[in-house]
């Protein structure tokens, strides 16, 4: 899939980009280069092959799901205005 000159002035456009008229040759020939790659790598024969999550298989290091820390609502509730069932009431503010 080759880009045109006019598909990069279009895509220049969309994107906001103030490319020069130097610039838009050199632009179209670096875009048709990345979509080049992108066509060789989809031809490569992926059959077979296990998605990674990560490339060394590396598992993550898990600490123990304990509780670590006290709760301390009610006392950050006791300085609020305003409390009702646990949770902080605010002035409504969209009408």
């Not at 045109?4 to 179209?28: P, Y």
């Amino acid at each position: 899939m080759a880009l045109e000159r006019s598909d990069v002035e279009k895509i220049a456009h969309l994107a906001r980009l103030g490319l020069e008229e130097a610039e838009i040759q050199r632009t179209t020939e670096t875009l048709n280069d990345i979509l080049g790659l992108v066509d060789q790598m989809q031809a490569v024969n992926t059959d077979g092959v296990e998605p990674l999550a990560h490339p060394l298989e590396a598992t993550q290091r898990l600490r123990a799901d304990q509780v670590t820390e006290e709760n301390h609502r009610e006392a950050y509730q006791a300085i609020a205005p305003a409390v009702e069932a646990g949770l902080y009431l605010v002035p409504k503010v969209i009408e």
